[in-house]
């Protein structure tokens, strides 16, 4: 099942901003990575506990199914 975020946010998607260091990048693209550093950071430092392993699996799939 394929995910129609990026039939909703098109635009969004296909329209880009220069960004020092890092070139042009989309507005989709800077929307969504805070949060995806945000979680990524409160897994690292939780880790460690017992349900860590919920943060994990969602890394997981995000990762290995980015490009729906």
């Known amino acids: ?3 129609d975020l990026f039939r909703r ?3 969004a998607g ?3 901003v220069k960004v020092p ?3 042009a990048v989309s507005y989709l693209t ?3 990575a805070p949060f995806c550093i ?3 950071v409160v897994w690292a430092v939780y880790r460690r506990v017992s349900f860590a392993w919920i943060g994990q699996d969602i890394l997981f ?3 290995t199914r980015r490009n729906w």
Do not use: N, P, Q, T
């Open 30 to 32: 800077l929307a969504v």
């Open 61 to 63: 799939c995000f990762l």
């Open 14 to 16: 296909e329209s880009y």
């Open 38 to 40: 945000a979680f990524a």
């Open 9 to 11: 946010f098109k635009r």
């Open 1 to 3: 099942m394929k995910i």
């Open 21 to 23: 260091f890092f070139g």
